[in-house]
């Protein structure tokens, strides 16, 4: 099981947490919860630790956090190129997707059809096209900081949000 640290700005270890218990709390919190990402929150990391037992937006905040920090993107560089250019298409999409590692592959569909599942929640006052946007920004995070690709990566994540695809054995 791989743990995940909570750094305070003196980089001391505030608090371990199993990486698998991010997502499932917060889907299993957000149920009744309103609104679970907001753009631009100002929560430090030291103040997340500190209510991280008890809120379901510091649980948020600390998946994109953590999505953010990984060394690779869970879309891998040598893809997003593709995945970019295939924004436009599902099929395409989908059979990009398919040829991601098996360990990205299945992180890429478990995340999605987490963000499906608190999309579509009847209390969640939050768009397709929030949350495509949230997600976009932390799964494929380009080499190159190219503003253009934004509506690209926003288009590809959308494709993934409205249907299911299965994770690899």
């Known amino acids: 099981m791989q743990i995940s640290k909570f750094i305070d700005f003196n980089a001391q270890i505030v608090q371990k947490f199993p990486v698998e218990h991010y997502s499932t709390f917060v889907y299993l ?10 753009e ?26 953590f999505l ?3 060394p690779d993107p869970v879309v891998p560089h040598q893809w997003e190129i ?40 009847e209390n969640q006052s939050i768009s397709v096209e929030e949350i495509a946007t949230i997600f976009a920004s932390v799964l494929i995070r380009p080499l190159s900081d190219v503003k253009f690709m934004e509506k ?10 409205s249907l299911q ?5």
């Open 29 to 38: 919190t957000s149920l009744a919860r309103e609104i679970l990402y907001q």
């Open 40 to 65: 631009n929150q100002s929560i430090s990391v030291k103040e997340i630790a500190t209510i991280f037992a008890s809120s379901v937006l510091s649980m948020c905040e600390c998946l994109i956090r």
């Open 68 to 70: 953010e920090t990984l």
């Open 82 to 121: 593709l995945c970019l250019e295939s924004s436009q298409n599902y099929t395409a999409c989908r059979l990009i997707v398919q040829k991601f590692p098996v360990e990205h592959y299945n992180t890429f569909v478990y995340l999605t059809s987490l963000a499906r599942e608190i999309l579509y929640q």
């Open 152 to 161: 690209k990566k926003i288009q590809f994540i959308l494709h993934f949000l």
């Open 165 to 169: 695809p299965q994770p690899i054995e």
